[in-house]
């Protein structure tokens, strides 16, 4: 059973820049699929990141395409000029289908808050 555990959420001025970690323990991840999701305030769950643990292939949803950037081992989320928009809880998941949904993944986070303040 995978554990995911998000870490480095807080709360940052508009412009700023955060990295978020996801660590993984409780079994090998090779070849399995790490994504980012976020749920803003009001919102629906959206698709951030994506990529294949230890071989990159990243892939990004639109709102955040050269922004964000997912890459390493302990799985880091590096968000670059923030906007109030992207106040949200996010979270961390890993799968063996390579997909953008978030049911099709096998194990989740309990999520990691960030606040963009004005």
């Known amino acids: 059973q995978v554990q995911l555990k998000e870490s480095g959420g807080g709360v940052v001025p508009v412009g700023d820049s955060l990295r978020l970690a996801c660590a993984a323990s409780g079994r090998t991840l090779r070849d399995y699929y790490i994504s980012w999701f976020r749920r803003g305030p009001g919102k629906e769950r959206e698709f951030l990141a994506r990529?294949?643990?230890?071989k990159g292939d990243a892939r990004y949803g639109n709102s955040v395409k050269g922004r964000f950037t997912i890459s390493g081992d302990t799985v880091f989320l590096r968000m670059d000029n923030l906007t109030l928009a992207d106040t949200a809880t996010y979270y961390c998941?890993?799968?063996?289908?390579?997909?953008?949904?978030?049911?099709?993944?096998?194990?989740w986070g309990q999520g990691t808050e960030v606040t963009v303040s004005p």
């Open positions: 998941a890993v799968g063996q289908v390579e997909s953008t949904a978030w049911d099709l993944n096998d194990a």
């Open positions: 990529m294949r643990w230890s």
